[in-house]
């Protein structure tokens, strides 16, 4: 039989971002690089909203499983924990999520300091824009 265990995130605060449906932890945002590292928090069954990542990005998955949907609701790609996936920006349409426990991956934006994800409406307008500066800032607010 196989062990589950659970990421100990007890010492976290987490941040709701209400728009996209999730909770977030940015452990470090450089501005010189133009990467931002952010834990991502996906409550279990809940898929998120639908968008595009317009930079770079890497998973790695911590706890659960990190499921992907096209814009169609068909399921396209399940990450286990522990599998890490490096990504170019494609702009491809899509929603993610956690499958039956809540999961939490660690999300590596890499190579700009604008805009790295933009959510989409169902006729593919963008409604929201997550930037590097609001990972800059969401860092600036939990600093001491």
Partial sequence: MMQTYLFDDRQ???QTVDFIG???????ADEALGIADVLIRFEANT????????CDFST???Q??????????AVKEVRPTASYVQVAANGEPHSEGAGD????VLFSFRGTTGDMILYLDD???VVFRLAFADF???????LP
Avoid: M, S
């Avoid at 659960?64 to 609701?73: K, N």
């Fill in 64 to 73: 659960g499983e990190l499921r992907f949907w096209r814009p169609d609701g």
């Fill in 12 to 14: 976290i605060v987490w």
């Fill in 22 to 28: 999730a909770q977030i932890y940015v452990l470090a």
């Fill in 101 to 104: 426990q809540t999961a939490i």
């Fill in 123 to 125: 006729a593919k307008n």
């Fill in 60 to 62: 790695f998955v911590l």
């Fill in 47 to 54: 898929p998120g909203k639908l968008h595009r990542h317009v």
């Fill in 136 to 142: 800059k800032a969401a860092l600036t607010q939990r």
